[in-house]
Every structure is written in structure tokens, then in C-alpha cells.
């Protein structure tokens, strides 16, 4: 057998392919594990009610339990060797849309090959909407929000996407929803600027729709091993939709 395999060429390039895959089978694997854990534990808080009415659960606050426990996590794992999690300020939040951004991790060059911006939606939650009125904004920021200032959030995300590329997903994550408040979801797409061009309105509403509609829901590993094999997303595909709750 194995003087078979040294002297097939088509055999020795399929066992060196599936060699080189493993490094990737395994941190998607990690990450999958890491997303999932931390989906989990942000569950738990998800619609909490304080009966004293002494601590109130809100937007930040969720996505800082949920970024912690995957960061703890994937520590653990020693994912961070291959995909980064990068946390926006406040500033860059307001003015991009985004909440933080995963980056897998060219091996070699140690670049980003993809990159996932995601953007938090908790739908029992418009505290992200306010948080424009409450924030003291710099002169600079202030012109940057006058450019955008009739942009909704999941516009801005689809901007940033399309200015990176096609290696740029958009990932909208909804903590919660009006038939189920306690589940997390997700909406990955690197063509949401292909509705805005179509007129098409990228919002709460039209993100919802992908969801109800949807018939199958991937995993966050399973999302991600679309991404890094781009199975599954061409120019004129739907919306992936991911279930990041068991």
C-alpha cells in the first residue's frame, strides 16, 4: 500500500492536501466550540429581570460577556494563533457600525485572508440607536457622522465590507428575536451593498425576513469553513443564516 501511494502521484497529492487541511479542520473546530460556549453563557442574560430593579442587562453589557467568554475560551485553545478578535471603541462603533471584528489569519504573512465584521442587534434593547444622543463626539467625528448621518447601522456595516472587498463578511447577530428572546442568531453575507444598490433597505426588518424564511441553519464553524472554502457564496446567494444557541 504504502509503495502504492509513493508512486502514485494523484494519491500523494490528495494525502498532502488533506495534510495541509488539518491545521484548519482543527481551529474551525475551536472556534466553533468558542462561539458556541460563549452564545451560551450570553443566553443566561439575554431578557434577565432584576425583580429589585437594581441591574438592567443592556446592549454593552451583553456584548462584553459575550466577547469575554469567547476570548477566554479561545485562549484556552490557543485559537488566537489563527483567527483575532479585534473589539471596536465606542467611536468606531458609532461611525462604522460594527461591534468588533474576527480576522483569520494568513499563516505565512500573518495578514488577514478573511474577515468578519459583526454588528449586535438585541431586540429587546434600542440602547445602540441612543447611543449617538448620549456620546460626547469629537469635531472630527462629528464631520464623519455628518457624512453618514442618514445611514442606518446595518448600512454602515455593508459600507465597511464593500470598501475591504469580498474576503469581508458582514455578520448581523441578533441577541434574541420577537418568537424566541433568549436565542442568538446570525446573518453573514459579504453582498448586503448589492441590495442597497437595488434600493433594497438593509435593516432590522429586511434581516429578520432572511431569518424567518430560512430553511436550514449552519453552525459558526460550519460558517466559517464556507467562508474559507467560498462554497456556497456566490455573488447571488442568499444570506447565510447561522444558529449560534443549541
Known amino acids: 500500500m504504502w509503495k502504492k501511494i509513493m508512486t502514485d502521484p494523484n494519491m500523494r497529492a490528495n494525502i498532502i492536501k488533506e495534510m495541509l487541511k488539518t491545521p484548519e479542520k482543527y481551529f474551525i473546530h475551536q472556534f466553533n466550540q468558542s462561539i458556541v460556549f460563549a452564545s451560551q453563557r450570553t443566553k443566561e442574560y439575554i431578557g434577565f429581570k432584576d425583580p429589585e ?8 453589557m451583553l456584548i462584553n460577556i459575550f466577547l469575554m467568554t469567547y476570548i477566554d475560551r479561545s485562549i484556552q485553545c490557543k485559537l488566537t494563533e489563527s483567527i483575532s478578535c479585534t473589539k471596536m471603541t465606542e467611536e468606531q462603533a458609532i461611525l462604522l457600525g460594527i461591534d468588533w471584528v474576527w480576522a483569520v489569519q494568513d499563516a505565512s504573512s500573518k495578514n488577514p485572508k478573511v474577515q468578519i465584521a459583526v454588528q449586535v442587534i438585541h431586540m429587546e434593547n434600542k440602547e445602540n440607536q441612543l447611543m ?8 472630527s467625528m462629528k464631520l464623519a457622522r455628518q457624512e453618514s448621518i442618514n445611514k442606518t447601522h446595518p448600512e454602515k456595516i455593508s459600507d465597511f465590507c464593500s470598501s475591504i472587498g469580498k474576503d469581508c463578511y458582514g455578520l ?14 446570525g446573518i453573514l453575507s459579504n453582498d448586503f451593498h448589492t441590495h442597497l444598490g437595488y434600493g433594497q433597505a438593509v435593516d432590522d426588518a429586511f434581516l429578520l425576513d432572511c431569518i424567518e424564511k430560512a430553511k436550514t ?12 472554502q467560498n462554497e456556497g457564496m456566490p455573488e447571488s446567494s442568499q444570506p447565510i443564516c447561522v444558529k449560534f444557541t443549541q
Do not use: A, H, Y
Open 53 to 60: 430593579s437594581n441591574l438592567k442587562i443592556n446592549n454593552s
Open 132 to 139: 449617538e444622543k448620549r456620546f460626547q463626539l469629537t469635531e
Open 172 to 185: 448581523f447577530l441578533f441577541f434574541g428575536r420577537k418568537d424566541d428572546l433568549k436565542s442568538i442568531w
Open 217 to 228: 441553519f449552519v453552525t459558526p464553524g460550519r460558517m466559517l469553513e464556507l467562508i474559507l
